[in-house]
């Protein structure tokens, strides 16, 4: 499934147009592969006496006012939508996290600076995770610097004017994260990852990685919960330095990665 996965979301921002060689062709003949699998995930949970407690149990036992659950079709589409969502751009952000940290070696020993006194025996307490405010910095200007998910979609319901333009009613606006996050008149020297900005800066609507307003990121607590510990468990046990010759520039769709990847040699500390 994971191959299929990526050819899905290689064409998930691609020219809708349809046809066997192109990415958006690709991409839809993968998703109906996806939601196939995932019927068949879904039929399966249906049967069982009790249907679980993860995602796709809570997502089962959900009904509206009126009593009513998910249907099969709108079941599947969540499921699919959640691996995106939540999978996706999680490790968009830690990919980010480790490259920002191998290129400087002075936030790493920051970091390791952080930790030397605290217990991060397993399991690490949120307590301990609560702590580690350089690390909370790092993290931040990670997801401000390459942020995992460019924009987002909001429609217009009213009409209203926005700095002298117009916006009629029905019409869709788009939401810029990462010109948000590279805006010179929001941030001091936008393209330098600097952690401790967030010492002095805060804006509100200039910092939205995970969006903005009701529909902001479901999901946002729990990732920043999922980077916390993946980062702190990262940097206890491993070293890991960037092989040479890798293109390192950043391929965005659908989500920032390196280009090659991110090769490193890990090793044990
Ligand atoms: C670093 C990781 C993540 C980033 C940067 C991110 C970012 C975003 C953004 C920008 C949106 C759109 C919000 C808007 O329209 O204003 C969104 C929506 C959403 N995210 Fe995340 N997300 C992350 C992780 C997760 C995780 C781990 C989950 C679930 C486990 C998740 C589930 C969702 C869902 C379900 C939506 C749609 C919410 C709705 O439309 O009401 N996300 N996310």
Redesign the pocket.
Known sequence: MGEVFDIWCAGLFSLPISLPWTAFGKALRAREELLGEIETIVRQRQKRDTPGED?LGILLQARDEDGNGLSLAELKDQVL??LF??HE??T??IASFCLQVAQHPDILAKIRQEQENLPLSSPISSDTLKQMDYLDRVLKET?RFT???GG???QVIQECEFNGYRLPQGWAVQYQ?SETHKDAKVYENPDSFDPDRFLTEEKAYGY??????V??????E??RL??KIFATRLIQHFDWQLLPDQDLSLITIPTPHPRDGLKVTLTSR
């Open positions: 995602a939508l959640l969502a939540g751009t999680l968009s952000a997801l942020a995992p998910v987002g979609f909001r994260i939205v990685p995970f969006g903005g307003g529909r902001e990121c479901i999901g946002k729990f990732a999922e980077m």
